[in-house]
């Protein structure tokens, strides 16, 4: 296992200030795999790729690069839970190292802050951390439930654009159209990842189009959510809390929005990929942020998880 | 920028080729209306967006797609910059023109309200209410992340980033309303500047 090795974790917006859960579970999880997520004190929005960036792109390279100097400072690479910030990083720093006159165009801004990029550090999402880093192989060492008692549940895993696309500026090879390695982390904890229709489309929420019409967004869900459930999944693993909030809640809204256009409700469990890790790990649902506050209303989960926690529970015992 | 509200532009001239082979986008000429942008657009299946018409008007100058909601509902999934044939950078374009139209004032309520959390508060989706930190609090993290939220000096510096890219005046909002004062100290800034950048290099900056 690495030892001893840090990255700057970066928060962004949604998981933090709506999805914290997901920040509890995969500290934890990359704590157990001997790997420390250092806090990235003071970082700002990422700023969202399809959002900030429609409105204004170089304001958006600069603040994007103030959050990449928040880590060259503590001097480790950067890891993000979400998409987006990977998006906006990774894209923003590729930038930044290719195209001197835009360096010294956001370094002159960032200098009125007494900030300057150096172009010291990576940008990598978790899940490139965990399959490259890490590997499929130490990860299926780790994993404590074997032949016997598997975590063998139907899985609809949703990648997200972001994470692959555009694919010359990710670390995946040429293939966005088909790729297995989110899949494989799936079925490393023992789980089958499900195939279904249209399986690498878009969730519909990004590109500012949730805010402005998310009728419309929804729209691109209802048919994810369709398609997921005509395979007959027990739960949608998602690696971007976007993605996340838009099947999460996303699903409450389609059974109203589109009461007539659906077959009935749905209620598919939505599950962030380092829960799933956790638990296989041999880790507690608590542990891994799988419980709900019941002292609060109008906060996630919004779909139930019980029904995901008693087929875990029932696998793990059996 | 924001004070008048246009309806709908119906220009027909070279600027929009031109402004995006200014950004860096000569691609353009390249598209050769195959239409494979937007038989894989997953947006265009359920709205008006046409992709392969966008990349036409662009090419004829037609104005009309900076006032219209079209360009909007791209999702950005990418697709359709993965799949061109002729290699256009589609989605950035989309986005490119997404700040042209900004710049002419055409922007969204719902992201005009998006913008000003964020120059308010750092983030796009702030800690707005009391249940979101106990919910940090439930899940045994800290009751306000490490973010610019927990920081107020770096909340200012974000906002006097926004300021000197001038985004504040983008979205109309008036520097001495985020809490800063309008003048930085000019000698850090000339200072920092002369490590970083040449005489000529200097000029270019000037003007931005
Ligand atoms: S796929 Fe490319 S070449 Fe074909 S119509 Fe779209 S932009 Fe033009
Ligand atoms: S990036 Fe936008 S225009 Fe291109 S396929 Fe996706 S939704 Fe359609």
Redesign the interface.
């Known amino acids: 296992m690495v030892q001893d090795k840090k990255y700057s974790l970066f ?1 962004g ?2 998981i ?3 999805y ?2 997901i ?2 579970a995969t500290k934890k999880v990359f704590q157990k795999l001997g790997i420390t997520l250092v ?7 990422c ?13 958006w390279l ?2 994007a690069t ?1 959050n990449l100097t928040i880590a060259e400072n503590n001097n480790y690479d950067i890891a993000t839970m979400c998409n987006g910030c990977y998006g906006s990083l990774l894209e923003a720093d590729h930038q930044l190292k290719s195209d001197v ?1 835009k360096r ?2 956001v ?10 990029y150096k172009g010291s550090i990576k940008v990598k999402h978790i899940i490139e951390i965990l399959y490259k880093d890490i590997g499929l192989d130490k990860i299926k060492n780790r994993v404590k439930y074997g032949r016997k008692n598997k975590l063998d549940l139907r899985i609809a895993v949703h990648y997200g ?2 994470l ?4 010359e500026i990710r670390p995946w090879g040429k293939d ?2 088909t790729p297995h390695f989110l899949d494989d982390l799936v079925e490393a904890t023992g789980c089958k990842s499900i195939n279904y229709l249209d399986k690498y ?2 969730c ?6 949730r ?3 998310k009728e ?2 929804l ?2 869900t209802r048919e994810k959510l369709t398609n997921m459930r005509a395979a007959g999944v027990e739960a949608i693993i998602t690696v971007c809390p976007f993605c996340h909030l838009q099947f999460d809640l996303g699903q409450i809204e389609i059974n109203k929005i589109f009461k007539d256009r659906i077959d009935a409700p749905f209620n598919i469990p939505v599950i962030y990929y380092t829960q799933l890790l956790g638990l296989a790990l041999g880790m507690n649902p608590e542990e891994v ?1 799988l419980i709900k ?1 019941k ?5 996630p989960p919004f779909i139930s998880i019980e029904p995901f926690l008693t087929k875990i529970g029932e696998k793990l015992e059996g | 920028m924001l004070d008048y509200e246009p309806d709908i532009i119906t220009n027909c001239t070279n600027t929009l080729v031109d402004s995006l082979k200014e950004a860096g986008y000569s691609e353009v000429d390249a598209c050769i209306q195959c239409g494979t942008c937007s038989g894989g657009c997953p947006s265009g299946e359920r709205t008006a967006l046409k992709v392969r018409t966008i990349m036409r008007k662009v090419q004829l100058g037609i104005e009309d797609i900076l006032s219209e909601n079209d360009i909007w509902y791209c999702s950005t999934c990418y697709t359709c910059l993965e799949r061109c044939p002729r290699k256009l950078p589609i989605t950035d374009m989309i986005i490119f023109l997404r700040n042209l139209a900004v710049q002419k004032g055409f922007m969204l309520k719902s992201h005009l309200d998006l913008c000003k959390k964020f120059c308010f508060s750092g983030h796009g989706v702030p800690i707005d209410d009391k249940k979101w930190k106990e919910l940090r609090e439930f899940y045994g993290l800290k009751k306000v992340p490490p973010t610019v939220h927990s920081h107020e000096k770096d909340l200012d510096e974000v906002k006097r980033l926004l300021i000197s890219s001038k985004f504040n005046e983008l979205i109309n909002i008036d520097s001495e309303e985020l809490g800063i004062k309008k003048k930085v100290k000019v000698s850090i800034v000339e200072e920092t500047l002369e490590k970083y950048i040449t005489e000529e290099e200097k000029l270019k900056i000037s003007k931005i």
Not at chain 1, 39 to 45: F, H, K, Q, T, V
Not at chain 1, 47 to 59: E, H, K, Q, S
């Open positions: 928060l917006c949604v933090p200030n709506r914290p859960f920040e509890a806090d990235m004190e003071g970082a700002s929005c700023p969202a790729p399809g959002v900030f960036r429609g409105f204004d792109i170089d304001t600069i603040i103030r006159e010294n165009m370094n002159y801004h960032l200098s009125k802050v007494n900030r300057s654009c972001h692959l696309k555009p694919s966005s159209e489309r878009c519909g929420a990004a590109g500012a189009v805010s402005a019409f419309i967004s729209d691109f942020g506050d002292e609060l209303s109008g906060v």
